[in-house]
């Protein structure tokens, strides 16, 4: 009990977000230990068949096969939407949490989140070759599109453009927020890249006098390069899920240094 105690008082005051702009990102990891049996099958629901297809996307390309690249696009895009619904569901689950509130109405939003998950893409990415500006957007209205629409029953187009008033009031934060999560990338990757070198020169050849030949020219392909990257990714998509739900609020008016602690405390006092 005393140590269950200790966990929801962590996970509340990092939910004070008044603090520092890695409050989200900390009460993210944190929610996720609390909450890992069931963020983690959600998200594996929801990132297989993206992550098969990427890899088949990896391994076309890097062998020169651009026309079976070009199918597996196709296949990309299927999977893409099967990603979207389930993170969707997934960032339901965490909202009933912050909000203290049951209730399925994705059923009934899929359609719309799924329309504005694709309207932010293509300002990620079309909007990123004229300015920075619609890409900042787009990730951000992306990423809040499920617990945009699920809390309330409003148009799509009212409460985007809602969320487009709230993401400009915190638009310091929130690139804050951005820039860490480049950060952690960062150092995510320059540790794999540390800890496969020691692996390969130190430990496998020198403890246990294994020939690691082999396994450097596998390490130094392309195909293993963009499969860490991708790795890395998806380390790092599944804390930005969660901690996406937690940004929503807090772009809303500043109000959740109060509102979040209240409803998370509802929560987890139920469990105790």
Request: net charge positive.
């Amino acid at each position: 009990m005393a140590a269950a105690s200790t966990d929801e008082l962590s996970l509340l005051e990092l939910l004070e977000t008044q603090g520092p702009c890695t409050a989200c990102l900390d009460a993210a990891v944190e929610y996720i230990r609390l909450r890992i049996a069931f963020v983690l099958p959600l998200y594996a629901v929801a990132m297989l068949p993206f992550s098969i297809v990427v890899l088949l996307i990896i391994d076309a390309t890097t062998a020169g096969q651009k026309s079976l690249a070009a199918t597996y696009c196709i296949y990309l895009t299927a999977a893409t939407l099967w990603r979207w619904i389930w993170l969707a569901r997934l960032q339901q689950k965490v909202q009933a949490d912050v909000q203290g509130q049951h209730g399925d109405r994705l059923p009934r939003r899929v359609v719309s989140i799924v329309m504005v998950r694709l309207l932010a893409n293509c300002a990620m990415t079309w909007g990123s070759l004229l300015a920075a500006v619609p890409s900042f957007y787009g990730l951000f209205v992306g990423s809040f599109a499920a617990p945009l629409l699920l809390e309330g029953s409003g148009p799509a187009s009212k409460r985007v453009g809602q969320s487009l008033k709230w993401i400009h009031r915190s638009a310091h934060r929130l690139v804050c927020v951005v820039a860490v999560m480049f950060l952690l990338a960062g150092l995510l990757t320059v540790a794999i890249l540390v800890g496969e070198a020691i692996m390969l020169q130190v430990a496998l050849p020198s403890l246990l006098g294994q020939d690691t030949s082999d396994l450097s020219l596998t390490t130094s392909s392309w195909a293993w390069r963009m499969s860490v990257l991708y790795f890395v990714f998806l380390v790092l998509d599944g804390i930005w899920t969660v901690a996406s739900v937690i940004l929503h609020y807090e772009s809303q008016s500043r109000r959740t240094a109060t509102d979040l602690v209240l409803r998370l405390r509802r929560v987890l006092e139920k469990e105790e």
